[in-house]
């Protein structure tokens, strides 16, 4: 299974952007999908979250801001971004988990997209 994310690029504070991130080799339904940031000089957060069954979460700071959805058919998961501010500037993962009926865990990440919102 491979992850590449897509759409990130600089924009102006209260600005959009929405990103997506395609996998292959593998089927997206059968994954949870996540989407992390990783801001210069700090560890990797959580940011948003979407379950099989098309459940979603987002962590405090991107609340009412960010989207995160999923389409299996086209085996791509995205983050629609809005009124972004600076401190959003991060690179932003992709992150595919899954666990099987037997306990296997497969989880698989992206290699990145950076967004940068500055003036």
């Known amino acids: 299974v491979q992850l590449v994310e897509s759409g990130g690029g600089l924009v102006q504070p209260g600005g959009s952007l929405t990103l997506s991130c395609a996998l292959s080799?593998?089927?997206?339904?059968?994954?949870?999908m996540y989407w992390y940031r990783q801001a210069p000089g700090k560890k990797r957060e959580q940011v948003a979250r979407?379950?099989?069954?098309?459940?979603?979460t987002y962590e405090e700071f991107v609340e009412g801001r960010f989207t995160i959805s999923r389409d299996n058919a086209k085996n791509t998961v995205y983050l629609q971004m809005n009124s972004l501010k600076p401190e959003d500037t991060a690179i932003y993962f992709c992150?595919?988990?899954?666990?099987?009926?037997?306990?296997?865990?497969?989880?698989?990440w992206g290699n990145g997209t950076l967004v940068t919102v500055s003036s």
């Open positions: 992150n595919a988990n899954r666990i099987t009926g037997m306990g296997e865990e497969f989880d698989y």
């Open positions: 979407v379950t099989r069954g098309d459940i979603t």
């Open positions: 080799g593998g089927a997206l339904s059968l994954y949870v």
